[in-house]
């Protein structure tokens, strides 16, 4: 298996990302967001691994300003960036790792949504990575809302990773099928409340994503709410 199966699997998808179901839902989850957290559109947000920019996107079509958006794939963001040419929103999009942000103590609020590179990456140590860079990218008592995978969901885990491979079948852009191995990372509620607070963040929600319900056994899953100490 390719350690960085992330790379080449969301670059050869390109717009049919937004083919998954699990993408269908984004009007509802930005109004929780704004409801919950995002309450001003004046605050700077930081949208890490955005994808095709559907959070970022519709958060500017309701009037935020101040929204960057970084992803990994160039076909990802040049699909990002031609959304948003067509519905005359501006949305500061740039390719970037979410490892290596190079901002600081800049945006109210961070989002990373459906495993926006947090939980895909090679290992812990990388995806930990992410978590010190959303970190240093947030003001003091900024927010980072962030989706995880559910540990508690029926599916195969190796016991000593916590990670599950699948073999995914996508159609490239020439139109040839092509299978990738992925691998990604599941935890447990507790698990990632410590990895965060290990990473300076005082834990202020946790939940079935975008709702105030608890988590739930076989969701796919949960939402974790952090605020920079
Ligand atoms: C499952 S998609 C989620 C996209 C979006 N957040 C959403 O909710 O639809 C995961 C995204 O993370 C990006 N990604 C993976 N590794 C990354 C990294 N190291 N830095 C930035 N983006 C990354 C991928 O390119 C992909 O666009």
Redesign the pocket.
Known sequence: MNPKW??EY??EMGIE?EDYPF?KNTENEVKWMIKEYLINPEMKIL??????G??AINLATKGYKNITA????PG?IRAAKEVTKGKNVKVDFRL????ELPFENEFDAAI??????FG??ENDTENYK?LRAVHKSLKKHGIFILTALNIFRDEKFDIMTCRAESEEEITRKDGQKKIIKCSDRSYSFPELKWVLEQHGFKIILGVNPFSKESIKYGSMEFMIVGKKL
């Open positions: 992330y790379k969301f670059e990302y993408t949208d890490v691994g955005c994808g095709t559907r959070h970084i992803d990994l794939s990802l970037c790792d979410a490892r990373c949504l459906c495993e926006g590179a895909l990456l992410v």
